[in-house]
């Protein structure tokens, strides 16, 4: 059953080196932060999967890319 006042919609962002700037001066003057609840190895992505989706994450899920 929908409730009145759950809404959905929808957004596309495309980046621009303006918006990147900005994004960047956040980052460096520490306003903007990420949270990052697991780091896995990729080749432990299916592992990382599960974890996502248990709804139990309380930040990102971050794969590690080595050469």
């Known amino acids: ?6 809404r959905a919609g929808f957004l596309l962002v495309e980046p621009d080196q ?3 700037r900005e994004i960047t001066k956040l980052v460096e ?7 990052a609840d697991s ?3 990729l080749e432990d992505a299916a592992v990382a999967h599960t974890l996502g989706e248990t709804g139990r ?9 080595t050469p």
């Open 57 to 65: 994450t309380t930040g990102k899920i971050v794969l590690s890319v």
């Open 29 to 35: 003057d520490g306003r903007l932060r990420v949270i």
């Open 39 to 41: 780091v896995f190895p």
């Open 1 to 6: 059953m929908a409730h009145a006042w759950v």
């Open 18 to 20: 303006q918006g990147l």
